[in-house]
T-cell receptor, first 115, second 114 residues
C-alpha cells in the first residue's frame, strides 16, 4: 500500500482481556517500530524490528506486552491481561533501512481504551 | 541516555505572527534531528530533518538549524497560518544501546487564531 496501515483504528476492551494490534508497514521497508502515545504525553518507544535480526524489546513496559513480525512484513503487538494504564494510542512506524537518518513513516494509530 | 526537551505548550498565536518552538537534546553519539507534526485527527508526519551539525532543515516555511554547540534544534516560521495549528514534536535518532529508535520530546500544541 501507499502508507503504513494499522488495525483496528479503535479498540475498547475490558480489564483483564487480551488484545492484538496489527501493523502493515510500507512495502520494502525493513525496519518497523512500535510506540505508545499516552494522553498529553510524547511518544514512548516499545519495540524495534530490523530485517531478520532479533527485535529490540528494551522499551516494552512489562512482560504482558509482546510483538512479532512475520515474514519481515506485518507485525502484531499483543497485550495480555490488559490494565487501565494500557489505555493509549499505539503507533507503528516503518523505515527503509532503520538507519539513524531515515524518516519514519507512521501509521494512523490504534486507540486502545481499557475499561 | 538520549533525551529531548522541548518548549511546553500550549502556544497560541495570531495569524502571521512569528513562531519559535525551542528544542534541546542530549545524546551520546551523533544524532539526526527531526521535527514531526500531528495535525488534528491525523497521524504523525515528518516536517523536516537535519542529519549533521549546521545543517538546516526546511519545509512549508518552517526551518530548524542543527546547532551542536548549543545542542539545539529550534523550530521557526516567519508567518504562521491557521492551517499550522497542530502538535509539534522534536525528536532525535541515534544508537541507544542496540536500538535505533526515535526519542521524542513531549510535544507542543500550537493554535493559530485568524
Amino acid at each position: 500500500g501507499a502508507g503504513v496501515s494499522q488495525s483496528p483504528s479503535n479498540k475498547v476492551t475490558e480489564k483483564g482481556k487480551d488484545v492484538e494490534l496489527r501493523c502493515d508497514p510500507i512495502s520494502g521497508h525493513t525496519a518497523l517500530y512500535w510506540y505508545r502515545q499516552s494522553l498529553g504525553q510524547g511518544l514512548e518507544f516499545l519495540i524495534y524490528f530490523q530485517g531478520n535480526s532479533a527485535p529490540d524489546k528494551s522499551g516494552l513496559p512489562s512482560d504482558r506486552f509482546s510483538a512479532e513480525r512475520t515474514g519481515g512484513s506485518v507485525s502484531t503487538l499483543t497485550i495480555q491481561r490488559t490494565q487501565q494504564e494500557d489505555s493509549a494510542v499505539y503507533l507503528c512506524a516503518s523505515t527503509i533501512t532503520g538507519g539513524t537518518t531515515d524518516t519514519q513513516y507512521f501509521g494512523p494509530g490504534t486507540r486502545l481504551t481499557v475499561l | 541516555g538520549n533525551s529531548v526537551t522541548q518548549m511546553e505548550g500550549p502556544v497560541t498565536l495570531s495569524e502571521e505572527a512569528f513562531l519559535t518552538i525551542n528544542c534541546t537534546y542530549t545524546a551520546t553519539g551523533y544524532p539526526s534531528l527531526f521535527w514531526y507534526v500531528q495535525y488534528p485527527g491525523e497521524g504523525l508526519q515528518l516536517l523536516l530533518k537535519a542529519t549533521k551539525a549546521d545543517d538546516k532543515g526546511s519545509n512549508k516555511g518552517f526551518e530548524a538549524t542543527y546547532r551542536k554547540e548549543t545542542t539545539s534544534f529550534h523550530l521557526e516560521k516567519g508567518s504562521v497560518q491557521v492551517s499550522d495549528s497542530a502538535v509539534y514534536f522534536c525528536a532525535l535518532s541515534d544508537f541507544s544501546g542496540s536500538a535505533r529508535q526515535l526519542t521524542f520530546g513531549s510535544g507542543t500544541q500550537l493554535t493559530v487564531l485568524p
